[in-house]
């Protein structure tokens, strides 16, 4: 089958068509980290035809990672979680370069990986990574995309480097009450994952306008969904 062939639905999204295809195919896109957001995120991106994905996640799979974590398995208990996801996306889109690096987001690698990527997407679950990702994001001139969610809410926040509001402007530093640990059903993070999925198709194809200088936030027990303005700070340390 040729690859042409695997998107075809896909190309007949209006004002989607072949060319977008080729700028997805061409992009290569960083993800930090591929757990119970990033997981179902990378997926969401291989199947798009992302046509590089970079994947940044250390430790090994643990039991209380799986009713969350879709790109890992059972009998991978004690395994690397980069490795995993790594195999689990080749086998599913054998077309596209899928690397993985066996390490969160920290300042002695984040320069190097946002470098080699055309769009950050922010998946990982403490603060310091995120704003770590975002600062070379904005200094790099990348496209950035912030997911979180905690129990059954989420948001994602799509930034244009130089144009929009970025997580910096909300977020000045890790607030000193958020924990690693918080509850989680996998459903949740990964409607988040997929919002966040759209608006970087988004950004890498201007297929359709991105949601720039709003943050989405979504409230799955009430199943509502809201656009919250947000502004840019003139003064911010990242993207002023």
């Not at 009998?75 to 790594?86: I, N, P, T, V, Y």
């Not at 950035?144 to 905690?150: E, I, L, Q, S, T």
């Not at 966040?196 to 991105?210: D, I, N, Q």
Request: hydrophobic share 40%; aromatic share 6%; with cysteine.
């Amino acid at each position: 089958m040729k690859y042409e062939e695997y998107y075809t639905w896909q190309e007949n999204i209006p004002g989607f068509g072949r060319e977008a295809q080729e700028k997805l195919r061409d992009s290569t896109a960083l993800v930090s980290r591929v757990g119970g957001l990033g997981g179902p995120l990378a997926f969401s991106l291989a199947a798009a035809g992302v046509g590089r994905i970079i994947l940044a996640h250390g430790g090994e799979l643990r039991p209380d990672d799986l009713n969350r974590q879709i790109l890992m398995r059972h009998a991978g208990l004690g395994s690397l979680r980069h490795e995993q996801a790594a195999e689990t996306l080749r086998r599913f889109n054998r077309d596209l370069q899928i690397e993985s690096v066996g390490e969160n987001i920290s300042e002695g690698n984040a320069g190097d990986l946002v470098g080699e990527a055309d769009i950050v997407f922010s998946c990982a679950p403490l603060f310091e990574e995120r704003l770590l990702m975002n600062r070379e994001a904005m200094r790099q001139g990348k496209y950035f995309v912030d997911g979180a969610m905690c129990s059954m809410e989420g948001h994602v926040l799509a930034v244009e480097p130089g144009k929009s509001t970025c997580l910096a402007c909300l977020v000045k530093e890790p607030p000193a009450y958020w924990k690693r640990r918080f509850p989680v059903i996998g459903a949740v993070s990964a409607m988040v994952a997929q919002i966040a999925v759209l608006e970087g198709l988004k950004l890498l194809t201007h297929f359709a306008e991105p949601t720039l200088d709003r943050l989405i936030h979504v409230d799955t027990l009430a199943m509502r969904m809201k656009k919250v303005r947000v502004l840019r700070d003139p003064s911010c340390s990242h993207c002023s």
